[in-house]
């Protein structure tokens, strides 16, 4: 079965700092991977995907995502983070073998400080 | 922009009140889902369309109904409210083929029973 694990409940960065954002999942083929960003009171907004090729993605507001199959990964990065960044993360994996079911993190929470 | 439309943004209501949650994209897409959010833990699928007439349950157990009689629109039905039902609803809808894998949410809808 699809799953998959953001190991970090929360993350606390100083503006200006990297961030990376950890995510692992379990998927029997190459999956189709994604993470979403929810800021308070809104819905979710997606960042970036990967489908297939170029291993290393670019998204929107700066992010960017490695997808290494050795390790069953897919971190975030963003190399100086915003205040505006502080949010909560969700990495999800599309499970085209059950009908295109979205398989969600339980997230992870980013409060950025001075 | 996404163009999906969740309302109301917030709702407090009695146990036992009949309680419709709307959802509405202009974007045509085929497939819409209903997903429930509480703090902490992943989202959870409770319904899904995969166009009109068509209504599956999801992961997650709900005493919740949807219908889907046009394109645009998946309601999101519960008869008798109670305060398990308290949380986060989150409307989503994808596009068929290539960018079948990419969901674009709604703002949700707060619902507290009391």
């Known amino acids: 079965a699809q799953s998959v694990t953001q190991p970090d409940i929360h993350i606390t960065v100083s503006e200006g700092a990297s961030l990376e954002l950890r995510c692992n999942y379990s998927y029997g083929a190459t999956p189709y991977l994604f993470w979403y960003v929810q800021s308070p009171g809104q819905g979710l907004q997606l960042l970036l995907k990967?489908?297939?090729?170029?291993?290393l993605v670019q998204g929107i507001k700066g992010f960017e995502a490695e997808f290494k199959r050795s390790q069953s990964s897919f971190n975030l990065r963003k190399p100086s983070v915003h205040w505006s960044d502080a949010a909560e993360y969700f990495c999800?994996?599309?499970?085209?073998?059950?009908?295109?079911?979205?398989?969600f993190g339980t997230g992870t929470s980013l409060t950025v400080i001075p | 922009e996404a163009d999906i439309y969740q309302t109301p943004r917030y709702l407090v209501i009695g146990t036992g009140k009949k309680i419709t949650l709307e959802c509405s994209q202009t974007m045509g897409h085929d497939k819409m889902y209903w997903y429930q959010q509480d703090p902490g833990m992943e989202l959870h699928l409770i319904h899904y369309s995969y166009g009109v007439n068509s209504t599956e349950k999801g992961d997650l157990s709900s005493e919740s109904t949807v219908s889907r009689i046009r394109t645009e629109h998946f309601p999101l039905t519960l008869e008798s409210a109670r305060p398990s039902h308290t949380s986060q609803y989150l409307c989503?809808?994808?596009?068929?083929?290539?960018?079948?894998?990419?969901?674009?949410f709604g703002e949700g809808s707060r619902l507290t029973v009391l």
């Open positions: 990967y489908f297939s090729g170029d291993t």
């Open positions: 989503a809808s994808s596009e068929y083929g290539f960018r079948a894998g990419e969901l674009f």
């Open positions: 999800a994996v599309d499970g085209r073998d059950t009908g295109n079911q979205f398989y």
